[in-house]
């Protein structure tokens, strides 16, 4: 390790955000991690006494690399896509998609919503997230299910149940349901949380003043509370590009004194996914 060349990349790190990514002599990832403030998260594995594994570790650096994210979330989302390309042998967590809740949207007949932690197990369900923890997941989930009302029983009843009556079902149980029903729900459902939430919210809007004109006032109330959550997810999402969440390869180069340096990332639905 040149002690003078780390010390040097120590000093530009700026106090933000993002992933990094620690490599050995041969160039190789041996770990990656996400930070709140890189500056101070870095700096930390070169000071003060660590447990035998980090020292061991931070023995075999030679060098660093690190990724600026506009959120923690988004830095957690990169460092989960960087472990699972590099593999780097320091990283425990994360190799298996069991660390971190998602949101599954099954491929059933009748398709169910659901919280879990193994993104692979499916192949045909659609995942969504990582989320930071369970409670993230839960609320995202909650404000989902009350705005698309997929079937919540793991098994068919013979009647419909109490979240029918709460319109949050459309009953296949007991009712005949096209599947082009459920269809447009799920494509609704994966436009929602790319952050497409333009139709829904004005829908929302034109409830809320239906209910608020007809002096129904807990209505009009339940429908500002999930507008609310709405922005609140939306806005706790991870993402680079508030008002473009297309997806694209992005370069940048940087040239001095007679050397050029280009980095390329993986962006989709707006957000960093590799580099």
């Excluded at 660093?64 to 506009?70: G, Y």
């Excluded at 082009?180 to 919210?201: A, H, L, P, Q």
Aim: net charge positive.
């Amino acid at each position: 390790m040149d002690k003078e060349y780390i010390k040097a990349k120590l000093k530009n790190l700026p106090n933000e955000p993002g992933s990094y990514q620690m490599k050995d002599k041969n160039g190789e990832i041996i770990y990656v991690g996400k930070a709140k403030n890189l500056h101070n998260r870095v700096n930390q594995y070169f000071v003060g006494a660590h447990d035998f594994k980090t020292t061991k570790m931070v023995s075999n650096i030679d060098d660093f690399d690190f990724i600026v994210t506009r959120s923690e979330k988004e830095a957690l989302v990169l460092e989960i896509n960087l472990i699972k390309k590099y593999r780097p042998k320091y990283n425990i967590q994360f190799i298996d998609d069991s660390s971190y809740p998602y949101i599954k949207l099954t491929k059933e007949k009748y398709p169910r919503l659901l919280i879990a932690r193994d993104a692979k197990k499916d192949k045909k369900a659609k995942y969504f997230g990582p989320f930071p923890d369970a409670t993230a997941a839960r609320t995202t989930l909650k404000l989902l299910q009350s705005l698309y009302p997929f079937r919540r029983c793991t098994h068919l009843e013979p009647k419909v149940c109490l979240y029918y009556h709460m319109h949050q079902c459309i009953g296949p149980c007991e009712f005949d349901i096209d599947p082009k029903v459920y269809d447009e729900m799920s494509d609704k459902v994966v436009r929602f949380m790319n952050g497409d939430t333009k139709d829904v919210e004005a829908e929302l809007q034109t409830k809320m003043l239906e209910a608020s004109q007809a002096l129904e006032f807990e209505k009009a109330q339940e429908y500002k509370e999930m507008l609310e959550s709405i922005r609140h997810v939306v806005n706790d999402k991870q993402n680079i590009e508030k008002d473009n969440r297309g997806s694209r390869d992005v370069f940048a180069w940087y040239a001095k004194k007679g050397y050029l340096a280009i980095t390329g990332f993986l962006v989709r639905e707006g957000t960093i996914l590799n580099k």
